[in-house]
């Protein structure tokens, strides 16, 4: 069965540090999907990622990047130089292959940026 | 597009009543999901529908619930009777599918926050 777990369950960190928010997965498809979305405190839910399990390469847009590892089945997500604007739960996702279209959601991890 | 929509973004009820939630998705979306977030088990899937038929329910919690989309535009989710403990916020969320750059990625409404009295 698919899992993904986000062990931290709050981070708290002062303006301009970096963070990483930890995401470990389970499935036993070869082919699966991995998402990072933002809660930011209005509620609502932002697509910030998408992963497939073929594509390691690491990704960086901006001050967010990516870093999606096969073999410890992780796929980690940091923010350099945060801001108090980045201040919101950030979910990691899991969808397998198969057409099935369901995505399995992590806890979520708050993160709270102090100026 | 204006995003998935969902209608009210609050609503206030008192137990036993009927509840109806609902949700216009992107166009040309071919998949419609309804989730309901908690702080005690978080975000979850209740069911989720392909071209307005539903696929997986399976996540739907009991009878009281059903949920419906007859047609591409427009989904409702209704709880009756609603209880105390379906106080949550209830998204809806629209996919376009396995095809093209956006596949799998799905697209969130701004929810429902229920209480229910």
């Known amino acids: 069965a698919q899992k993904v777990t986000q062990a931290q369950t709050e981070i708290s960190v002062v303006e301009k540090e970096d963070v990483t928010l930890d995401c470990v997965y389970e499935?036993?498809?070869?082919?699966?999907?991995l998402f990072w979305y933002k809660q930011p405190p209005s509620g609502e839910l932002v697509f910030l990622i998408r992963?497939?399990?073929?594509?390691?390469q690491n990704e960086i847009s901006g001050r967010y990047s990516w870093n999606f590892q096969k073999s410890t089945s992780s796929f980690n997500f940091t923010i350099t130089a945060s801001q108090v604007v980045d201040s919101a739960v950030y979910f990691c996702?899991?969808?397998?292959?198969?057409?099935?279209?369901?995505?399995?959601f992590g806890k979520g991890t708050k993160l709270t940026v102090n100026p | 597009d204006a995003g998935v929509i969902q209608s009210p973004r609050h609503e206030v009820t008192e137990m036993g009543q009927e509840v109806t939630l609902r949700c216009k998705p992107i166009s040309g979306h071919d998949y419609l999901f309804w989730y309901r977030q908690t702080m005690m088990r978080g975000l979850e899937l209740l069911i989720y529908?392909?071209?307005?038929?539903?696929?997986?329910d399976s996540g739907m919690p009991e009878d009281r619930f059903s949920a419906k989309m007859p047609n591409a535009s427009f989904s409702t989710l209704k709880i009756q009777p609603s209880e105390p403990r379906d106080s949550a916020v209830y998204f809806c969320?629209?996919?376009?599918?396995?095809?093209?750059?956006?596949?799998?990625?799905?697209?969130f409404g701004a929810g429902t926050r229920l209480s229910v009295l």
């Open positions: 992963r497939n399990s073929f594509d390691e």
């Open positions: 996702a899991l969808s397998e292959s198969g057409g099935s279209e369901k995505l399995v």
């Open positions: 529908f392909n071209n307005n038929v539903p696929i997986d």
């Open positions: 969320a629209s996919s376009p599918g396995l095809a093209g750059i956006a596949k799998n990625i799905q697209y």
């Open positions: 499935t036993r498809d070869t082919t699966y999907y």
